[in-house]
């Protein structure tokens, strides 16, 4: 018996030390951010009390968003520029993401189509042309279209995502056909299962797909820095990339207090759709 | 179950289609958004990219210039030395997180108490934008007082200059034996080694989460099985788990290859958080989508870009059949 405690023990050992390190860093973050200047370059652990005599540092997060400058033609904080367009465009890539995937997938799954298969593969095989090949392509394209420094460019080429076709596909494969032929019989089209049976049928496929799409429009840095020029266009991943190249860049309690006002939104959607997240990834078996 | 087709699950293919004639055309308009996003920005752009990589000069003042651009990035020690970079990046990276990966989601997918919990926190470094995390870590890294050097401290070890330094890894710890490596075997530099490994504490997560997927998918009764003929831990490992999950391994190690080949976002933060060119010390971190990026965006030649964007699709293009031939033949032993 003593052997298999050992075994366990290990194991939790094991997971816990991994699950500390993939925390600390973002806990660390935390903590400094509501340091002193002094306190955050000494790396102080935790100068509050009972240990310091600081008080948390709060005003590190209205001085970082004072520091990051102002708005001049709408007289706001840019932060509140950046924030607001990194909600516009992820919240517009995400809902057109998951329409695309959810109509796609539907006609992949429940509709007679010819060449239904070859048509998934053909969609499957785009993952195979790099993003670094499309990049300077697509940047001379929103010259072309004269959507540079538009929220065009910054939300249409991102309105499709394969991984979420493959996800959804996979799960409205376990929607039995004779549904929508019982459906049917009761004067249901397709748009109408599609929106009343399918898709309440496949929540966690859906909030897989709108979770991974937000973190990745969030964290979308290289092309909203190729295809926007005015402060006021930019999102926060670009606005956290210059405030740590301008001011930010040596007041470390600030850069830290900027990064976590990046960061607590994706942490927060994050926390509240895990449940589906988890059961989206596990149950439709992204077995490749 | 190893060869790319088994993306599409047969069993659960729909009743064959011949016995209903009605083809339903209008499932066609329900592909049309996606597809016309596909081709429009990732299809035609690929061509589009050929006609680029022929014209020098900025982006509104094209002109051609003919194979210049290959023929340039070809000749110049920096692309290649991005290309040797980007190599060791994949190599330092892709296998480490797919073995941790595996390792962790095995050892979850045994009876653990809170196992969602674990889940949720290991997947947290992939929610965590990379640009602020790369910041974090940049921190961590600092020269002066960081807690990596804190720890090093703590183990007895000498400080080191990590983001800043350009010395080669090998070359480094051969010094701390007191010995003194040949140049060409000082490896990737520690800055580079400190990007490295941030990516894997940031892929980790995403890694466990779509083994764990797998291993859910795989049949109990087979360890059952297994048992009952007497095998032990390893052999149930080796013998049931790696092979019923090869799709998994293939599908990770695609995406995950295609992804190191392309790695950013978080090599250009560390650069600028420790105050470093692009490119890093001495050019040291500077991959091909580094040198990309610095040709675009600072030395204005869209050309030149391209024809570099091309030369590593074709790199990653060649390496993606080399892994569905090795897959494809490991999946035919393993069925036998």
């Known amino acids: 018996m003593a052997k298999i405690n050992w075994k366990r023990a290990l194991i939790y050992a094991v997971l816990i030390l991994g699950a500390t390190a993939s925390v600390l860093p973002f806990v660390y973050m935390l903590m400094t951010s509501v340091k002193t200047y002094g306190s955050a370059t000494t790396n102080n652990f935790w100068p509050w009390p009972p240990l310091g005599d600081e008080p948390l540092q709060w005003n590190n997060f209205t001085e970082a968003i004072t520091t990051a400058g102002m708005d001049k033609a709408w007289n706001i904080p840019l932060f509140v520029r950046y924030f607001a367009n990194s909600v516009i465009v992820s919240v517009i890539t995400v809902v057109g993401t998951v329409l695309t995937s959810i109509l796609a997938a539907y006609a992949l799954t429940h509709m007679n189509l010819p060449g239904r298969n070859l048509v998934f593969l053909l969609i499957l095989a785009t993952i195979m042309v790099p993003n670094d090949l499309t990049l300077v392509p697509k940047v001379v394209m929103m010259f072309n279209l004269q959507w540079y420094n538009t929220y065009l460019a910054l939300t249409v080429p991102f309105l499709v995502s394969v991984f979420g076709i493959f996800l959804m596909r996979q799960f409205f494969l376990q929607i039995p056909r004779d549904l929508f032929d019982a459906a049917c019989i009761d004067g249901a089209g397709h748009l109408r299962f599609l929106f009343t049976i399918v898709v309440p049928l496949s929540k966690p496929a859906i909030v897989t797909t709108a979770l991974l799409n937000f973190i990745w429009a969030w964290d979308n840095f290289k092309w909203p820095l190729l295809v926007t020029r005015d402060s006021n266009m930019r999102v926060l991943a670009v606005g956290l990339q210059q405030f740590l190249q301008g001011e930010g860049g040596t007041k470390v309690q600030l850069m830290m207090a900027f990064a976590t006002m990046v960061v607590i939104p994706i942490v927060v959607f994050y926390f509240f759709t895990q449940k589906y997240f988890t059961e989206g990834v596990i149950t439709t078996g992204i077995k490749g | ?336």
């Open chain 2, 1 to 336: 179950m190893s060869e790319p087709a088994t993306l599409v699950p047969h069993a659960q293919s729909a009743p064959p289609i011949r016995e209903r004639v009605k083809y339903d055309w209008i499932a066609y308009l329900y592909l049309l958004p996606a597809i016309l996003i596909l081709v429009v920005f990732h299809i035609l752009p690929a061509f589009y990219a050929f006609w680029i990589s022929t014209q020098g000069g900025r982006i509104r003042a094209f002109r051609f210039i003919g194979a210049d651009n290959y023929l340039n990035a070809l000749q110049a020690p920096e692309f290649w030395g991005a290309l040797l970079n980007t190599v060791w990046y994949v190599v330092g990276t892709v296998p480490i997180n797919i073995a941790l990966g595996l390792f962790i989601a095995y050892l979850l997918f045994q009876k653990i108490r809170g196992r969602g919990v674990y889940r949720v926190i290991y997947f947290m470094p992939h929610v965590i934008s990379a640009v602020a995390s790369a910041i974090v870590w940049a921190w961590v890294f600092n020269p002066t007082g960081g807690i990596a050097n804190r720890l090093l401290g703590l183990l007895g070890l000498p400080e080191q200059k990590w983001l800043l330094e350009s010395d080669g890894v090998f070359k480094l710890i051969g010094q701390g034996f007191g010995m003194d490596l040949p140049g060409w075997l000082s490896g990737p530099s520690l800055a580079f080694v400190s990007v490295m490994i941030f990516a894997v504490w940031q892929a980790l997560g995403f890694d466990v989460i779509i083994f764990l997927a797998g291993l859910t998918n795989i049949n109990a009764e087979l360890y059952e099985a297994g048992k009952i003929d007497g095998a032990n831990g390893w052999q149930l490992f080796r013998h049931i788990t790696i092979p019923l999950l090869m799709p998994t391994i293939f599908f990770i190690s695609i995406i995950s290859i295609i992804g190191s080949f392309q790695a950013f976002n978080h090599i250009y933060t560390m650069n600028i958080a420790a105050s470093q060119p692009l490119g890093g010390p001495l050019g040291t971190t500077r991959t091909v989508s580094i040198f990309m990026f610095d040709q675009l965006y600072s030395q204005q030649r869209a050309g030149y870009a391209t024809a570099i964007a091309i030369l590593l699709a074709l790199i990653i293009f060649a390496l993606t059949l080399v892994q569905f031939r090795f897959f494809e033949r490991g999946g035919q032993e393993n069925a036998q």
